[in-house]
């Protein structure tokens, strides 16, 4: 099986977020589950996508973290069509789909730059009641209150574009630098809110519309330099408090705290019908090799 590793949200090598690329032979089912863990564990990036080619335009793509399946990544589908690409198995200019665990979703591949639909914003729940504010912020390493007192009014939300994340204000940029989780806890609470993680963020910038980090520990993932479906969940999330409007493109800066400074771009429109979210970027190739399964 052809294999690439792939450095997504990014126009530099060793910037963004890498991501393994497993390409199926041509009429090849998926491995058992076990083996694709196995394989993701061995690639040791957060994400590996393993794609199944179903015809020129069609294609299944299934995520595994190095503990278990995931039904959506972004980062991870960005590198997949990037590698698709380079392969010559996809043609520039073209618009393909996607069949994935969340959905049927559509991929546009223009000038080697990368834009998927995300599936439907949904919002779960937020967090209101004081002690859940206080635990939720401790696990990050921050104070609730003096987040209050900072000028934090926006309430933790439960948002969904694919995978479930907590949305998580912080006044400032230094207050986002400043956030060191109490993993075990995080996953503990991840476990019990049902979500993958939190995406913590602030809107205290000029150069973006938010500065993000993203935390996955449940799923091995302690930080993460780029995710497509958090900051597509972040999009929905500030169009809910009045932060981004319909129309509006907006660009998320996360990995700065990792050294692997990305991009995420996003575009929002909403309609009597419902909103739809769109999640781009850039994306490098580093290697390419053959796994010998």
């Known amino acids: 099986m052809k294999f690439y590793i792939v450095d997504a949200f990014t126009e530099t090598l060793f910037g963004g977020n890498p991501a393994g690329v497993v390409i199926l032979p041509a009429g090849a089912d998926f491995p058992s589950d076990e083996v694709m863990v196995k394989t993701a564990a061995e690639l040791r990036y957060s994400e590996t996508a393993f794609i199944k080619r179903l015809n020129e335009s069609e294609f299944n793509i299934r995520y595994f973290t190095p503990a278990a399946e995931v039904e959506l990544c972004g980062h991870a589908t960005i590198g997949s069509f990037k590698a698709l690409l380079a392969g010559g198995y996809i043609e520039d200019g073209r618009t393909y789909i996607n069949h994935t665990l969340s959905g049927d979703l559509e991929i546009k591949v223009e000038n080697g730059f990368v834009l998927m639909d995300m599936a439907a914003p949904v919002k779960i729940g937020q967090i209101t009641e004081a002690d859940a504010l206080k635990e939720l912020y401790g696990v990050m390493g921050l104070d609730y209150e003096a987040q209050k007192a900072a000028g934090v009014s926006l309430l933790p939300q439960l948002i969904s574009t694919g995978l479930p994340d907590i949305m998580l204000p912080v006044a400032s940029l230094a207050d986002l630098e400043a956030i060191a989780p109490d993993f075990p806890a995080l996953s503990a609470l991840s476990e019990r809110y049902q979500v993958v993680g939190v995406h913590a963020f602030t809107t205290a910038c000029e150069d973006a519309t938010c500065h993000v980090r993203n935390f996955a520990p449940l799923y091995d993932i302690d930080e993460e330099a780029a995710t497509g479906t958090s900051n597509g969940a972040l999009t ?19 990995g700065e705290k990792m050294q692997r400074p990305s991009v995420i771009l996003s575009h929002l429109e909403a309609t009597d019908a419902g909103c739809s979210i769109k999640v781009g970027g850039s994306a490098v190739m580093l290697a390419e090799g053959e796994i010998m399964l």
């Open 236 to 254: 929905y999330y500030g169009y809910l408090n009045g932060f981004i409007k319909s129309g509006d493109d907006c660009r998320f800066v996360q």
